[in-house]
């Protein structure tokens, strides 16, 4: 139930995002880059707050990380292919077509 509410956020507040992947404990998200980095990092922890407080699980995610430019193409594809296998290495599933909450399909 908190990966449908968080992915259903995700998606209306940032519809721009290149990727979103919504894992048990952590998310990824690529966006484009912005010069309103702090209001976008405000956005992103308002939502896992949002699911943290109706869970009543305050601890339900990791720390959010300090954001990270992607440099060229070349990185664009890496962080993709990463970000989209992460469920399959964490054995949730065979195949990231089968991972309801990523942008992948």
Not at 29 to 55: F, K, N
Not at 78 to 83: A, K
């Amino acid at each position: 139930l908190q990966a449908s509410q968080v992915w259903h956020a995700l998606r209306r507040i940032f519809p721009e995002a290149t990727s979103v992947v919504v894992m048990p404990d952590h998310i990824h998200i690529l966006l484009p880059s912005t010069d309103e980095c702090d209001r976008t990092r405000a956005q992103l922890l308002g939502v896992m707050g949002s699911v943290s407080r109706r869970t009543g699980l305050p601890h339900l995610w990791q720390a959010l990380g300090q954001p990270r430019p992607v440099n060229n193409r070349d990185h664009l594809r890496r962080t993709l292919r990463y970000t989209f296998l992460n469920p399959c290495r964490a054995h949730l599933v065979r195949d990231p077509l089968e991972w309801p909450w990523s942008t992948y399909r």
